[in-house]
Every structure is written in C-alpha cells, then in structure tokens.
C-alpha cells in the first residue's frame, strides 16, 4: 500500500512525499526474502527516478545499483519470463546512463543500446502496452544523451525528436499525465542545447522558446513542481544567453 501511494505521489510531483512513503516500504521489506523482490524492485527504481529527477545523479545511481541485483535475481529464478527481462533491462539502462552522467559515457552507451534494443522487440511484439512507449520514451532520451555527451550531435538530435513525438502522443491522449508534459518540456529544451552546439541558434531560440511557453503553461496548474521550477529557470537562462551566441 506505501508503495502504491508512493508511486501515486510520484506522478502527482510530490517528490517529498513519495520519498517518505517509498523509504516506509523498504523499511518493511527488508530481510523478508524472495516474496519482497518486486516490492524492493519497485522502490528502488522509483526512488533513483525521484533522485534523478531532483538533479541528486549520484545518490540515483546509489539506487539503480540496489535495483540491479534484484532484477538479475529475478531473471535468473524466471529465464523465460517477459517481465524479468525487462527488468532487467530497465536497471541496467539505468545504471549505465547515471555513470555516463557522471563521466563515463563511452563504456555505457552499448548497455543503453542493448537495453533499448530489448524494449522494442517487447513493444513490437505488443504494441497495444502504453507502459513500453513510456519506458522508450524516456530510453530514446538516454540514448540522445549519451550521443551528446560522445560529441554526436546529430544523432542525439534524431533521439530527442524520437523521444518528443511519443511524449507528444502520450500527453494527447491523456491531457491529465503530467509525466509527458514535463518530459515535452525538458525534450524541447535539450533540442535547443544540441542545436546551440552547432551553432543553428535561431532554431535553437525557437526550442526554448517552446519549452517556455509549455513550462509557463505547466506551471499554471503545478505551481510547485520542484522539476518544472527548475527547468523554468533553465530555459530563461538559455534565453538569455543565446542572443550573445548569435
């Protein structure tokens, strides 16, 4: 039950009050063997995406490393189960791209890839599952990421607009996830980031100007939202800055 809640306040962007109900859960589950793994599973992985998403990469990594081993547990117990498979996926996807933000691009980008790789046979094979375009939504995103940081701009360029028409999709057809549209947000402004990076600054402004005008929308009815208030700021720092670049 915590943990539902925990993940209910998670998507409501009630960071703090997640964290308190997840760190509940362990707290109960710890020590009660094999019948605890989903349960641990879970709370690690939301708890390193609530971190992440507070901009603490180091103590997201923390976590992932906790969800990993369970995920491999549970793989190990369950070889031809399809749910396992992609557990495991998603908390080595995790993993590496924590250490690529924390200097280590070159050696995690495969993993990111042969993680995505997994995600979207699993889709195509059931691509009526809403819950695999999330997982690639943010899995496209990683992968830009990782293509940036190894200085490949057009590629991180092709992923974030791959990751920008599922969160367009997704916010569509449900106005009430507040999920995509932060992820809209945050996609448009990496966009103008690769394309400050090769010096295309107008289209650049144009992102920004775009992540603002949805940040601005966003934050008429999420006041508080601790991401949405961070990437407000961003995005009017770019704004600021990019004039002098042009």
């Known amino acids: 039950?915590?943990?539902?809640?925990?993940?209910?306040?998670?998507?409501?962007?009630?960071?703090?009050?997640?964290?308190?109900?997840?760190?509940?859960?362990?707290?109960?589950?710890?020590?009660?063997?094999?019948?605890?793994r989903p349960k641990l599973l879970r709370y690690w992985t939301y708890y390193g995406l609530m971190l992440e998403r507070q901009d603490q990469q180091r103590r997201a990594l923390d976590a992932y490393r906790r969800a990993l081993p369970i995920a491999l547990e549970g793989a190990a117990a369950h070889s031809d189960s399809t749910s396992t498979r992609l557990e495991v996926a998603i908390a080595k996807g995790h993993v590496a791209i924590q250490m690529a933000r924390l200097g280590q691009p070159k050696g995690n980008a495969r993993i990111v890839d042969d993680a995505i790789h997994t995600l979207e046979g699993l889709y195509a094979a059931d691509p009526t599952q809403t819950f695999y375009r999330n997982i690639l939504l943010a899995g496209y995103g990683y992968q830009a990421e990782l293509q940036y940081l190894l200085g490949n701009q057009?590629?991180?360029?092709?992923?974030?607009?791959?990751?920008?028409?599922?969160?367009?999709?997704l916010s569509q057809s449900d106005p009430t996830d507040l999920e995509s549209r932060i992820s809209i947000i945050k996609l448009h402004h990496a966009l103008a980031v690769v394309l400050a990076r090769e010096?295309?600054?107008?289209?650049?402004?144009q992102?920004?100007?775009?992540?603002?005008?949805?940040?601005?929308?966003?934050?008429?009815?999420?006041?508080?939202?601790?991401?949405?208030?961070?990437?407000a700021e961003a995005v009017r720092s770019s704004l600021g800055d990019l004039p002098l670049c042009s």
């Not at 057009?154 to 999709?169: G, M, R, T, V």
């Not at 920004?208 to 990437?231: C, F, G, H, I, S």
């Open 1 to 36: 039950m915590k943990l539902s809640l925990g993940f209910h306040l998670r998507k409501q962007r009630r960071f703090e009050e997640a964290n308190r109900a997840i760190e509940q859960t362990v707290a109960l589950e710890q020590g009660l063997g094999p019948k605890s």
């Open 154 to 169: 057009s590629e991180a360029f092709n992923l974030y607009h791959k990751s920008l028409d599922i969160a367009e999709q």
């Open 199 to 205: 010096r295309r600054y107008s289209e650049a402004l």
């Open 207 to 231: 992102e920004e100007n775009m992540a603002l005008a949805r940040v601005t929308e966003y934050l008429k009815v999420q006041l508080e939202d601790p991401e949405a208030l961070m990437m």
